[in-house]
């Protein structure tokens, strides 16, 4: 039995002090027990590996997108999000809640048209059950509108991405016959520099008629490496363990949503500092107090949701 919690922690401690012999002595050790492809904590032990290995080397991550960039398609990310959804809950409920708080919404004032402003679309895949639901709306379809917010992809097209979501949604709203408009901001203004109060100030400049504010409850945000190191390996750990008990190790979807997203994720953690960290996740409570000093007052959750 490998004591991975203890091998990484130590190596981790190794690379915070610029000790290379003996974080590479563990770093053997790890690489000998951990695999893409093992059981939960063989898998984060080997993404850790690759992000300590990164920090220790010095590259890091220079350029980071949220986005998948290596040539991965929509179509295999959006089955590899299928998987992830259908194994844990956190995702699917925070979607199912913002759907229908907005359907609800729209159809309690009677709303002709709905403008949605997504900070940080990524795919999009949020979207499609809410278009199903307004096409069926028994006094017909409201127009449709969705500005689509994310970093900009490195390269000569940084807006390809999120330009590809709005054809996406288009051609989806199309089929359902629901009006749609679509816009996109691949804006660095809104990017890793930009203070979290100054976003949700903006917000709130905006008006709108419902925020909805779904992020990560995590704690692994400390300025000091080795906290934030092991409080990442508690929260990647509860992933990688909850896929273990829902999903074959064998599944490609699992592997691929893995490597991608956690794994990538992970990178971004522990190799990263500076404005090169873009995960820096806070608590609910910590964001609470940002929303309510920003203005925002928080509205109780309907019954029918709860």
Not at 182 to 208: F, G, M, Q, S, W
Not at 254 to 277: P, S, T, Y
């Amino acid at each position: 039995m490998v004591d991975f919690q203890n091998l990484l922690t130590q190596c981790a401690k190794a690379v915070a002090s610029s000790d290379k012999r003996t974080a590479n002595e563990v770093l053997k050790q790890i690489r000998e027990h951990s695999s893409p492809f093992g059981d939960g904590f063989q898998r984060l032990a080997h993404y850790f590996a690759n992000a300590l290995e990164a920090r220790l080397a010095g590259t890091g991550m220079p350029v980071y997108t949220p986005l998948v960039s290596n040539g991965t398609s929509a179509a295999d990310i959006l089955k590899a999000y299928q998987v992830y959804v259908t194994a844990c809950p956190f995702m699917r409920m925070s979607n199912y809640f913002a759907n229908r708080t907005i359907g609800r919404l729209a159809h309690a004032r009677k709303a002709k048209r709905i403008h949605i402003i997504d900070f940080g679309i990524l795919y999009g895949l949020q979207w499609p059950c809410l278009i199903e639901r307004l096409a069926i709306r028994p006094d017909g379809p409201p127009k449709l509108r969705i500005t689509g917010i994310e970093l900009p992809q490195p390269g000569f097209r940084p807006a390809e991405r999120v330009e590809k979501i709005g054809r996406r949604l288009q051609n989806y709203c199309k089929r359902l016959n629901v009006p749609f408009e679509y816009n996109n901001i691949p804006n660095e203004t809104v990017a890793i520099d930009c203070p979290r109060d100054t976003v949700l100030k903006l917000i709130k400049r905006i008006n709108p008629d419902l925020f909805v504010h779904g992020v990560v409850n995590g704690t692994y945000n400390a300025p000091f490496f080795v906290t934030r190191f092991r409080e990442a390996l508690f929260h990647f750990y509860a992933l990688f363990d909850m896929f273990d008990a829902n999903v074959p190790r064998e599944d490609h979807q699992r592997l691929q949503f893995e490597k991608e997203i956690f794994g990538r994720d992970a990178m971004n953690v522990i190799a990263c500092e500076g404005l090169e960290r873009v995960e820096r996740p806070e608590s609910f409570k910590q964001w609470q107090v940002r929303n309510l000093r920003a203005g925002f007052k928080q509205l109780p959750i309907d019954e029918e949701l709860s």
